[in-house]
Nanobody, 127 residues
Framework: QVQLMESGGGSVQARGRLRLSCAAS????????VGWFRQVPGKEREGVAV????????YYGDSVRGRFTISRDNAKNTAYLQMNNLKPEDTATYYC????????????????????WGQGTQVTVSS
């Protein structure tokens, strides 16, 4: 059974930082595009960042580029999202997802390419 488990969410003040983790079991993480998405109640889920097999294979949404960093540790089957300089508008439930071999801009904007999703972790940023 495939499971993705997010952790690391919480409440912080603006300009603070958090690090989210996504631990996968039941699938081989290393050959898949991994992404972070977020959703606010009443709005569509938004792509935050995706990463493929290497540190240079990353792509970010416009609203987080320069503040967030996605990374992965294939040996641990875990992906991370380092979030710095957080803003109140970053408040959302954050989900990790594992897809196929298509990544980058295409995957960030086409959530149907992701087969497996975690349950989400809440991030709240206060001003």
């Amino acid at each position: 059974q495939v499971q993705l488990m997010e952790s690391g969410g919480g409440s912080v003040q603006a300009r603070g930082r958090l690090r989210l983790s996504c631990a996968a079991s039941g699938l081989t993480f290393s050959s898949r595009c991994v992404g972070w998405f977020r959703q606010v109640p009443g709005k569509e889920r938004e792509g935050v960042a995706v990463i493929y097999t290497g540190a240079f294979s990353t792509y970010y949404g416009d609203s987080v580029r320069g503040r967030f960093t996605i990374s992965r540790d294939n040996a641990k089957n875990t992906a991370y999202l380092q979030m710095n300089n957080l803003k109140p508008e970053d408040t959302a439930t954050y989900y990790c997802a594992a897809g196929g071999t298509v990544c980058g801009y295409t995957a960030l904007h086409d959530q149907k390419r992701f087969d497996y999703w975690g349950q989400g972790t809440q991030v709240t940023v206060s001003s």
